[in-house]
């Protein structure tokens, strides 16, 4: 391959590069509303939260006597439910709200595809969808990373080639994915009939 054929298909690459980069973020993903407002969902603890922010008010914290230390003991309490409440948030996607857990799911999260496909086979918070539920378990259940061949269009007259590139560690999908995915397909397949 000559200089000139490296140069032209160097610039061809950097002009793909650039119009897949013009073009404007998605707005939905299956469906979802990616700009909707995250509305937040409610937690087991948010109720001991809201009785503890309840106490906390009530308490007269400004006095120097003994209600300092009700005072300190329901804070402590307070902030320990709430840093609790977030970390649940985010490891058990069964409370994350529906927007952002789209958006995760969109960026090739797979335990945020395999909640969101549990969703839309539930009909929980989504119209029930199992043509959906069965694409996102898939998208779970597929291994990524690793190399990946890619194929590189030629330029002029250079014909086109398959480049191998590295796309991060080597992940297998989940296995929880793969056998929803099985017995929704086992289902399906049993309601055709």
């Known amino acids: 391959m000559t200089d000139a054929t490296k140069r032209r298909l160097f610039a061809a690459c950097l002009s793909f590069i650039a119009a897949g980069c013009a073009t404007t973020p998605p707005t939905h993903y299956f469906g979802v509303d990616l700009q909707a407002p995250i509305v ?18 009530e308490a007269t ?21 709430r840093s609790e409440r977030r970390a649940l948030l985010w490891a058990d996607m069964t409370y ?34 199992l043509d959906n539920a ?32 590295n796309t991060g560690p080597r992940r297998e999908g989940l296995a929880e994915a793969r056998e929803r995915l099985q017995a929704l397909d086992a289902r399906m397949e049993g309601e055709t009939q």
């Open 40 to 57: 937040p969902v409610e937690a087991p603890m948010d109720a001991r939260i809201a009785s503890l922010e309840a106490k906390l008010q």
């Open 61 to 81: 914290c400004a006095l120097p006597e003994f209600s300092a230390n009700r005072c300190g003991a329901y804070a402590i309490e307070y902030e320990r439910l």
């Open 96 to 129: 994350a709200p529906l927007t952002s857990l789209a958006r995760r799911a969109q960026t090739g999260d797979e335990a945020a595809q395999l909640e969101l496909g549990i969703r839309f086979e539930e009909g929980r918070g989504v119209v029930r969808d």
């Open 134 to 165: 069965r694409r996102l378990y898939r998208l779970a259940a597929t291994p990524s990373g690793g190399d990946m061949p890619i194929y590189v269009p030629g330029v002029g007259d250079a014909p086109g080639t398959v480049q191998w590139f």
